[in-house]
């Protein structure tokens, strides 16, 4: 099979959550590129808007669904509406994150709280669900989590508030990729993880402000991420070429790690 059919998504139906801005919305453009229809989830129904209309002027079909992720009632109902509306899931990009800055006997339990539930307790909830509805029955399917780079080490800047809900809850995402790509294996269903440096969105942009001139020198390759940095290895995982590849966790952070 030629390189361009194993990395072709036409007729595919890729779910990505937290796909209204930043690094979903990177993630969503590559995957409609290639072909796949793509459901958007997010809590505000006009960054969807938005976000959908601009994929559909690139020719790309997408849905929007309104769903809180914390609410994790209404998963299996954000689901639905993804298969009613697009049919049956082949690709799920688990996304929708947040982050708290805070020392840690500052930290506050609501807080620490709300991080790992977003992080990493909705990715469970999400993942669970579009298994049981579409990739188990078919015996096919990709998921694809978005870790980071703190979830690999320790800290990302001794200079900035401490965040280790976030730098937890990605640590879970690590080794919850490595475990449910164990288990899926024996239906044929490949979990990986993308695990991004520092990317200038939304919500890093305060991070990224306090280390100011030397965030891009945290990186051997001295810059920040860019819009297009993610898409290719989204591709990749989420189509037939990645077919071989399951339970890996890869940092796309310009080298940090490696360091």
């Given amino acids: ?3 361009r059919k194993l990395l072709d998504l036409s007729g595919r139906v890729a779910l990505v959550t937290g796909g209204s801005r930043g690094l ?3 993630i969503a453009e590559g995957l409609g590129e290639m072909g796949a229809r793509v459901a958007l989830t997010a809590r505000k129904r006009d960054e969807l808007d938005q976000a959908c209309a601009h994929l559909e002027a690139q020719g790309v079909k997408a849905l929007p669904v309104v769903c ?11 689901v639905e509406e993804t298969i009613q509306g697009l049919g049956a899931i082949d690709i799920l990009v688990n996304n929708a994150g947040t982050t708290w800055g805070a020392d840690m006997l500052e930290h ?6 709300k991080v790992i539930n977003l992080n990493l307790t909705a990715m469970f909830v999400t ?8 990739m ?6 990709k998921v694809v989590n978005i870790a980071s780079i703190l979830g690999l080490v320790g800290s990302g800047s001794t200079s900035a508030p401490g965040t280790i809900a976030y730098n937890t809850s990605k ?4 080794n919850f990729t490595r475990t449910l790509a164990a288990e899926w294996a024996r239906y044929d269903i490949n ?5 991004p440096g520092f990317f200038p969105t939304k919500m890093t942009k305060g991070l990224i402000e306090m280390m100011g001139e030397h965030a891009p020198t945290k990186a051997p390759l001295q810059r920040l991420g860019g819009p297009e940095d993610l898409k290719g290895l989204a591709v990749l995982l989420a189509s037939d070429a990645s077919a071989f590849i399951t339970g890996q966790i890869v940092a796309v952070d310009g080298g940090v790690v490696a360091v």
Avoid: K, T
């Fill in 1 to 3: 099979m030629s390189v």
């Fill in 24 to 26: 979903g919305l990177q």
């Fill in 68 to 78: 809180d992720m914390q609410d994790f009632a209404r998963i299996p109902a954000m």
């Fill in 108 to 113: 506050p339990l609501d807080a620490w709280l």
């Fill in 127 to 134: 993942s669970q669900e579009v298994g049981r509805r579409c």
């Fill in 136 to 141: 188990v029955p078919r015996r096919s399917g």
């Fill in 171 to 174: 640590g879970g995402v690590v």
């Fill in 191 to 195: 979990v990986n993880a993308i695990a």
